[in-house]
């Protein structure tokens, strides 16, 4: 038995034409396409991104799959094998499947389980992995804040699994990057207050979106709050300029002026 290749797609953070060149070529030579959502009814994120791109070819089917934004691995196990055995049935008969996944497929992604377990239930198969811009990176671009400069360190932490330690990593990184949101905003207010880091901070959600928003000042903005696709970046060093350009330049500009 020839199984197809199961490829995971990253398509970016929002914006259709943050798309790659390589997503968007593999998205269009396959025959099936898995767009993940997180509800029946509702749309997949995914599909809204490439589909200005992609288009609804004739030829090429596509499976919305559905899985539920829960933690709880017992909620969540039918979706799975519900999306194995729909997605199997084409690996199995030759075909390949593109996952298209928002962002970056080794971020938070719902791929990383995906192919992890696809290689246990058909041995051999063949899965590649396609990057794609990750709303990190998006939300660095749009807030002009570095994620990390020189000897600097970033951390990643998801939010929403639990803050308790967050007061020491914003005491310990220079930038501290805050996904998955949720509910918690309330906690991470407490915690930049607590650093005196508020000033520091920008809420974004929907990076690169047509709804696009960017919360500079947090405290004044709690009805921002409660966006799926939102982010909080801390920066704690001073910057001026773009991507804090001046506060560099000058040492490296005199440094080749010694040689
Ligand atoms: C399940 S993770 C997926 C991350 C994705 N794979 C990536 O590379 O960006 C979802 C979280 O990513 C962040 N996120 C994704 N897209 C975003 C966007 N366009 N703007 C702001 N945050 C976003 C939010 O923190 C959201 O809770």
Not at 121 to 126: A, D, E, V
Not at 138 to 145: D, L, Y
Not at 152 to 170: H, K, Q
Request: proline content about 6%; hydrophobic content about 40%; overall charge negative.
């Amino acid at each position: 038995m020839q199984l197809g290749t199961l490829y995971g797609v990253g398509v970016g953070p929002g914006a259709p034409d943050l798309l790659t060149l390589r997503a968007v070529n593999v998205l269009k030579s396959v025959p099936v396409l898995a767009l993940p959502r997180s509800s029946d009814y509702g749309s997949s994120m995914a599909w809204k991104i490439i589909k200005p791109t992609i288009g609804e070819n004739p030829d090429q089917e596509r499976l919305f799959l559905t899985f539920p934004m829960k933690k709880d691995p017992a909620q969540l196990l039918p979706a799975w094998n519900k999306a194995f055995t729909e997605i199997g049935k084409h690996l199995e008969a030759g075909k390949s499947v593109a996952f298209a996944t928002e962002g970056d497929p080794s971020l938070y992604s719902t791929f990383i389980y995906l192919g992890r377990e696809a290689q246990q239930r058909w041995p051999g198969i063949k899965v590649e992995i396609v990057p794609g811009v990750s709303s990190i990176n998006a939300v660095a671009s749009i807030t002009q804040i570095p994620l990390a400069d020189g000897q600097e360190r970033i951390a990643i932490i998801p939010a929403n699994y639990g803050i308790e330690d967050l007061t020491r990593v914003l005491a310990e990184f220079d930038t501290t990057i805050l996904m998955k949101i949720g509910s918690e905003m309330p906690n991470v207010l407490a915690a930049l207050e607590q650093q005196g880091l508020t000033d520091k901070a920008v809420f974004v959600s929907k990076a690169t979106m047509a709804e696009q928003n960017v919360v500079r000042n947090l405290r004044e903005a709690s009805g921002a709050y409660g966006d799926c696709f939102a982010m909080v970046i801390v920066s704690r060093k001073e910057r001026n300029g773009v991507l804090g350009g001046d506060v560099e330049v000058t040492p490296l500009r005199a440094l080749m002026e010694q040689e």
